[in-house]
Structure formats: structure tokens, C-alpha cells
């Protein structure tokens, strides 16, 4: 089973997490890390720590803030085995856990991108 | 327009700098010390990516930074500095740049170093750094965020 990994500022991860569980239940094969107190070369440690645990199906990190500090480090893990998508919301999770099970890691961001935007409407 | 904004900040080119301290000074430059920056045109294109369409980036080495940043001072945008470290900041200011104030708004914990406060982490060689700004006369401000107090972090090291 692809892995999700949440990288956030302070409880981003966590508190979206929790959010994401409150809804469909407890949620297997997925973690979060936070950047609180930790400069980017140390954040960027811990996101490939992550990415080896656990990561032989492959890992899709999915970070708040595309250009942030997060997702500076996320790049610069260089964890090959990890696909990165940016902006994460709660309908673009969901679909992660309907969909990695099916959906080959190459072809999840594409397919996150388009779901969480989907997600997206004003009226 | 003078340098808005000098500042210590591992992180260098992030939300806290660019929005934070954005919204009130509003730069229009951004100039990045740091030799592991400056040495791989892969991080400098990945920093500059940080920034906001409305600010401009440059990545200098910690040599060649003294130079640039006086040269600023004719500029008319407004500018910011980040260091990495206070030895860089140290280094580069021992080498003729003119900053009287410093922020130090981000120094985060990695091996070795001890916590100040949660966004300060030194280890000696830190310590060392600050204290030799401060002697040789810089005025340094302990602050993540502008609307946060100055502490008065010295006094910890």
C-alpha cells in the first residue's frame, strides 16, 4: 500500500489527520511531520527518515504550502521512492484512501491535483 | 531605498519573512547569504521559488556579500538580507558591510545545539558569534515575528 506522509507547519499535519479520521475512521499507512522548531536541512532529514520506514510501495508526501519552507524540504529530501503534491485539503486526502490502492505512484499526484481542485468551488 | 530588514534565519526565504515581516515592511528584494545556497543552482532555483511574484531574489556567496549589500544602499528598492547563521553574518559584516541592526528570527534546533527559545537553538560556536556581533556593536533584536517582543536572549547563551 502506497504511504502518505503529511508535512506541515506547527499541527497542520495532525489536525488534518485527526479531521480525516473523524470522518472515515482510523487511517492506516499514513503519518505527519511538523517543521516546528526545525531548521530545513533537519526537516528534510526527518521526511527521508519517514520515507525509509515503511516505504517499499512508495510514499506521496503531501505538504500545506507549495514554495513554504516544507516544501523546500520535501525537495530536498531526494527521497526517490516519495512523489510530492502541494496543497493539501480534506477531499484531496480522501481520495488519497480510495485511490492508492489502485492508482500507481507515478500517476497519484496527477490524480490528487485533480481531486483536491475538483474540490474547489464557489458559488 | 536602505536595507528594511537584516536578519538571521535558517530557514532563509520563508512565510514568517516573506508575509510576516512582509506585510509591514514590503520588499522588493531579497538577498540570500549562504555558500551552500549559492553553490548548487539547483537550491538557489528551489530558495528563489519561495518568493512571492512582486519580490526579486538574488543568492550571493558569504565573500562576495559585503560588496553586494553596500551596493544596495543606492538601490531604490527596498531590500532584505538573510544569513544563515551569525558567523556568516558575522563574517560579512567584519568584511565592511554596513548593518547597525539585526534580527535573529530563526536559528532551529539541529544536532548538538541547545534550545534558547523555541525558535533559538545555539550551539558554542553560535554563542560565540552573537556575543562578537554584539561587541563589536551591532544591535541585535530577538524576534520571530514582528508583532512578538524583543527577547533578551544574550543574557541565556
Redesign the interface.
Known sequence: MIKGLIVGHRDFGKAILNAMESISGSIENIEWVSNDGLSTNELAEKIRAACELNGEEGILVFVDVYGGSCWRAAKMARASNARIITGINLPMLLSFIHKRETISLDELPAVMENDGKRAIQSE | MPVVLARID???I??QVTEGWGKMLTPDFILVVSDEVAGSDW?CE??L???PYCIKGRVVRVDNAAQVINELDEDERASYILFESPGDAYRVIRSGAKIQQLNVGG????QGKR?VV??I?VDDTDAYYLKALRDIGVELDFRDLPEHENIDVMTKL
Open positions: 535558517d530557514r532563509l520563508h512565510g537550491e528551489l530558495c521559488a519561495s518568493l536559528m532551529h534546533s539541529s534550545e523555541d525558535y537553538f
